[in-house]
């Protein structure tokens, strides 16, 4: 079946990067467009990135337009987001998901904090 790993979260300080990390198994990676989408505490989940399945085409929500850049690494069966210029807004379990899947991760914990 499906499964999605996400890692690469951690306490940081505004500011700071973190890269977080989408292992994917159970179906072709390759041919499934992929999105990043966060849960702050008391908030529903929001939409963060999606990128398509070859990665030629990347879309962002605005709050954080020009400072996270979706990847993927198709050979590695991994998504990818990049977070710059952290801010304490940015707080929230981040989950990665198969755009076409109602599978979701186990999210992993993004805190920016100073």
């Known amino acids: 079946q499906v499964q999605l790993v996400e890692s690469g979260g951690g306490l940081v300080q505004p500011g700071e990067s973190l890269r977080l990390s989408c292992k994917v198994s159970?179906?072709?990676?390759?041919?499934?467009?992929m999105g990043w989408y966060r849960q702050a505490p008391g908030k529903e989940r929001e939409y963060v990135a999606t990128?398509?399945?070859?990665?030629?085409?990347?879309n962002y929500a605005d709050f954080v337009k020009g400072r996270f850049t979706i990847s993927r690494d198709n050979a590695k069966n991994t998504l990818y987001l990049q977070m710059n210029s952290l801010k304490p807004e940015d707080t929230a379990v981040y989950y990665c998901?198969?755009?076409?899947?109602?599978?979701w991760g186990q999210g992993t914990q993004v805190t920016v904090s100073s």
């Open positions: 998901k198969i755009i076409q899947s109602v599978t």
């Open positions: 990128i398509t399945s070859g990665g030629g085409t990347k």
């Open positions: 159970g179906v072709m990676f390759s041919t499934y467009a």
